[in-house]
């Protein structure tokens, strides 16, 4: 039942991604005081910029497993670092312009994974690029617009739009060396150690 959800919004996001290059749309839905289903918000988030030149928004924000409700507030400002919070889950989307090479020669090294700090496992390699970083969690991804490549340890994967993801605490970089910014709908799941 889950997987068919994460299609869904997966399939929501991608026909509702065309609107503005730098926001997206998104509705939350809830029970008013008579049980009764409702829309809580329906609003345009925008997407930032962040370090690293990434544009971002998180649309929904969970600190508990099993999933609690939030019926009356809006989660979506929670702090929360790359990471999602421990036993919660992270709703994002996240643009990543095009990345030229002088630009990407000239990043710190290990620039994200110092980011992650203490929320990282302890299995993993060191990391071999400035955006290769790696989280205690699961993440869902779909690539929306764009295209990316995906960096690994000893591999890279080239992604394309509708093209779907599940990376399971491994070290990965999101590197745009294409000529249009790519968009990519993320769901975090905070996990046990690998």
Not at 134 to 162: C, F, N, Q, W
Request: proline share 7%.
């Amino acid at each position: 039942m889950m997987f068919r959800s994460i299609r869904i919004l997966a399939v929501a996001a991608l026909l509702g991604s065309a609107a503005h290059a730098s926001d997206i749309r998104r509705v939350v839905t809830g029970l008013d005081a008579d049980n009764k289903s409702v829309v809580m918000f329906d609003s345009r988030m925008t997407l930032p910029a962040g370090p690293l030149g990434l544009h971002a928004t998180n649309l929904w924000v969970t600190n508990s497993y099993p999933l609690g409700f939030s019926f009356k507030d809006d989660t979506a400002a929670t702090p929360v670092g790359i990471s999602p919070l421990d036993n919660g889950t992270k709703f994002r989307v996240v643009e990543f312009p095009p990345l030229d090479h002088a630009t990407e020669a000239k990043m710190e090294p290990g620039a994200l994974m110092k980011a992650v700090g203490s929320a990282a496992p302890v299995r993993g390699r060191p990391v071999t690029h400035p955006l290769m970083h790696r989280t205690r969690s699961v993440d869902y991804a779909v690539v929306l617009s764009g295209e990316i490549d995906m960096m690994l340890d000893d591999s890279v994967v080239h992604l394309k739009p509708g093209d779907t993801v599940v990376q399971q605490a491994t070290n990965h970089a999101w590197v745009n060396h294409g000529t249009e910014t790519c968009r990519i709908l993320f769901v975090l799941m905070d996990a046990k150690q690998p």
